[in-house]
């Protein structure tokens, strides 16, 4: 029988499908490929995948651990979204619902498992993208003359496969020593061209500022000195800041547009309808679609020539949905969220702190921490009902 070498042991290929990596590789796939298209006519086919885990690995599933933010923060979602009257973006609520679900299910079959999914996909995904822009297929380059040449490959747009790249090149790090080097050198090249030809600068932006936090952690380490949660904490903060502090200096050097792609431009005006409601929001993915914010999106359209389909950052997007109150429970997951990726991170399982490092940063200028990839992310370290690399 064939075998797989996975770190300090052999697993059998039947022990993998058992351990649910097959299943996992697929669903985040399905994640991190569909989050920004709809390729469903109803939303409510995003529970789907979390119904499907359930029922294959009922046993397995129950215990998945329930994480009082986790839980308060969905309730909240679908609160803001009622009081709203279930507007038409009702689909991105049970996308970010259904990623949460399915994320929290699958976090029950290992950390290690749920990681090495992401990596599967992930590599899958940016691997085709880089095949069909190679093989110079028309539908894999953007045709917006704003972003013309760069590619997008099998998504949308060429954000999303930039972050993909960006997310894959992290796994690989944090999966170097277990992968074959012929294996990790070619996913390092599909996700490093990639990255380049997407030409996402946000996405090469998040990804340094990932390898800078990884660098200080493992020089840290070597030196023998304990990581205490609240020093991670802090070093993501300093970091974080220090990059937004040097970025101005950056974009004029090498004579980038100051407004980051008009993204200035779109908080300032969207800030000022976000107070209009402050407590409540306008319900999850509807204030693109209401009435009332026509007039400034028309505005925004006549002054950059696109119109926007989010606010390019996520504290921002979670006001819009669901008030100060989302933005707070969104912060409040972040720092869970991070304090349980720490202590995995000193069991050896390293990949749930770099992917949250590389959301962080992703927030400024995407959707970042609160998109539906990184929320599955979120919802598999809050829920798993263990921090060693492998279920219990």
């Known amino acids: ?3 797989l070498s996975a770190g300090p042991t052999t697993l059998t290929r039947p022990r993998i499908m058992t351990e649910g990596a097959a299943v996992v590789a697929a669903v985040c796939g399905l994640v991190l490929l569909c989050y920004d298209q709809t390729f469903v006519d109803r939303g409510v086919l995003w529970m789907a995948p979390v119904v499907a885990v359930a029922l294959a690995y009922p046993k397995r599933v129950v215990h998945a651990r329930l994480s009082p933010v986790l839980f308060v923060f969905v309730v909240w ?5 009622l009081h709203a009257g279930l507007p038409r973006g009702t689909f991105m609520l049970l996308l970010l619902c259904g990623a949460i679900a399915v994320g929290a299910a699958l976090s029950t079959f290992g950390l290690d498992s749920v990681g090495r999914g992401l990596l599967a996909a992930s ?3 940016v691997t085709l993208s880089a095949a069909a822009c190679i093989a110079h297929v028309n539908r894999a380059f953007e045709a917006d003359p704003l972003y013309a040449g760069a590619w997008r490959g099998v998504f949308n747009q060429k954000n999303t496969l930039g972050f993909t790249a960006a997310l894959l090149l992290v796994l690989c790090i944090a999966h170097f020593h277990r992968l074959p080097r012929g294996l990790a050198c070619f996913l390092f090249a599909a996700g490093a061209t990639s990255l380049l030809g997407a030409r996402s600068v946000s996405a090469i932006g998040a990804l340094l500022y990932a390898l800078a936090v990884f660098a200080v952690l493992t020089a840290a380490r070597r030196r023998g000195r304990k990581l205490e949660p609240r020093h991670v904490v802090a070093l ?8 937004l502090a040097v970025l101005p200096h950056v974009l004029d050097r090498f004579g980038r547009d100051p407004t980051l792609t008009g993204r200035t431009v779109v908080w300032s005006t969207l800030w000022k309808d976000a107070r209009a409601d402050k407590t409540f929001g306008h319900g999850v993915g509807a204030y693109w679609f209401a009435p009332a914010s026509q007039p400034s999106l028309d505005a925004l359209e006549e002054r950059l020539h696109f119109r926007p389909g989010q606010a390019h950052n996520g504290a921002l997007d979670a006001i819009l949905d669901g008030g100060l109150p989302a933005l707070a429970l969104l912060i ?13 991170y000193g069991n050896g399982c390293s990949w749930p702190l770099l992917v949250l490092a590389l959301a962080f940063m992703s927030t400024a ?11 599955f992310v979120v919802a598999a370290v ?8 492998t279920a219990a």
């Open 236 to 243: 993501l903060v300093l970091i974080f800041v220090a990059f």
């Open 1 to 3: 029988m064939g075998t």
């Open 382 to 389: 809050l829920s798993a009902p263990t921090l060693s690399p």
């Open 77 to 81: 979602l679908l609160a803001v979204s």
């Open 332 to 344: 409040a997951l972040g720092v869970a969220a991070t304090r349980r990726a720490i202590l995995a």
């Open 365 to 375: 200028t995407e959707r970042g921490l609160y998109s539906a990839p990184m929320l």
């Open 123 to 125: 590599g899958a995904l």
